[in-house]
């Protein structure tokens, strides 16, 4: 059995109130017994509490993710900055010219290439775990 409440809104809260059950079809009065349910609820801050832990976790799996992908970013820079200094050799004061020249022409390519490779999805870190793969892949 429902008992009937007689209960007056604000205009505005009135407008929200038939908007939305308008929009979901159903019946005001399921609205605001829905609302209800849920603000009389003891369990309501359980649930917020719940909600905010999912959230959380998720945001730390995350920041765990970021963090792994910057330690390869940080390896592999490390690793070609060590390679390109030991076999970088000086330049002749004659061809510094045309070699930096050639290094224009080769930033260029190397900016080239990578907007190619963001454009298709490519990705540092999968080309790695494809690697790793590879490697301990069994030999037939």
């Known amino acids: 059995m429902r008992v009937k409440h007689t209960f007056r809104l604000p ?4 407008k929200r109130l038939a908007e939305y059950a308008l929009r979901r079809r159903i019946s005001q009065a399921l609205v605001v017994e829905a609302a209800l349910e849920s603000f009389l609820s003891p369990d309501g801050a359980e649930q917020l509490e719940a ?4 959230r959380l976790d998720r945001l730390s799996r995350q920041a765990d993710r970021i963090e792994q992908v910057v330690g390869i970013i940080l390896e592999a ?23 930096q020249a ?7 390519n190397f900016l080239t290439s990578l907007g190619r490779r963001i454009a298709k999805g490519a990705n540092l ?16």
């Open 125 to 140: 870190s999968r080309d790695i775990e494809a690697s790793a793969r590879e490697a301990d892949a069994p030999e037939i």
């Open 11 to 14: 205009p505005g809260l009135g």
């Open 77 to 99: 820079l490390g690793l070609f900055v060590r390679f390109w200094l030991a076999n970088t050799l000086a330049l002749p004061e004659a061809s510094l010219a045309a070699q």
């Open 51 to 54: 909600a905010l832990s999912r």
């Open 102 to 108: 050639k290094g224009r022409e080769r930033y260029q």
